[in-house]
């Protein structure tokens, strides 16, 4: 029992709130490389910036992007060619959109 409320402890903030993006100025200061496609039929994620921290809850493409490095869960870099990502996204304009299109991909975010 002791153990599972470590595990717990340790783990469950980083589900809850799994998506505070920092965006790096060098690629080799990212966790991963992205790149923003111009149609949603060409992304692995559907993007929607929330304006706080307790709204990017989860893994479903729901964004709030932090200040600093430190605050944040993952560190992206933005490439300028689709042949340099790890990912493709698109943003889209209504939180309901958002979400994965490729679910293989779901664990560079994780």
């Not at 966790?31 to 706080?52: A, G, H, R, T, W």
């Amino acid at each position: 029992m002791k153990n599972f409320s470590l595990f717990l402890f340790m783990v469950l903030p980083n589900i809850l709130f799994s998506q505070k993006i920092f965006s790096t100025e060098y690629s080799s200061q990212s966790d991963i490389n992205v790149f923003v496609v111009d149609y949603e039929s060409q992304s692995d994620l559907k993007v929607f910036k929330v304006d706080y921290p307790s709204q990017s809850k989860g893994n479903e493409g729901l964004w709030h992007f932090v200040e600093y490095s430190s605050q944040s869960d993952k560190k992206i870099y933005f490439v300028d060619h689709k042949s340099q990502s790890d990912l493709n996204i698109f943003f889209v304009d209504y939180k309901s959109q958002s979400g994965w299109k490729t679910n293989s991909k779901r664990h560079l975010l994780y």
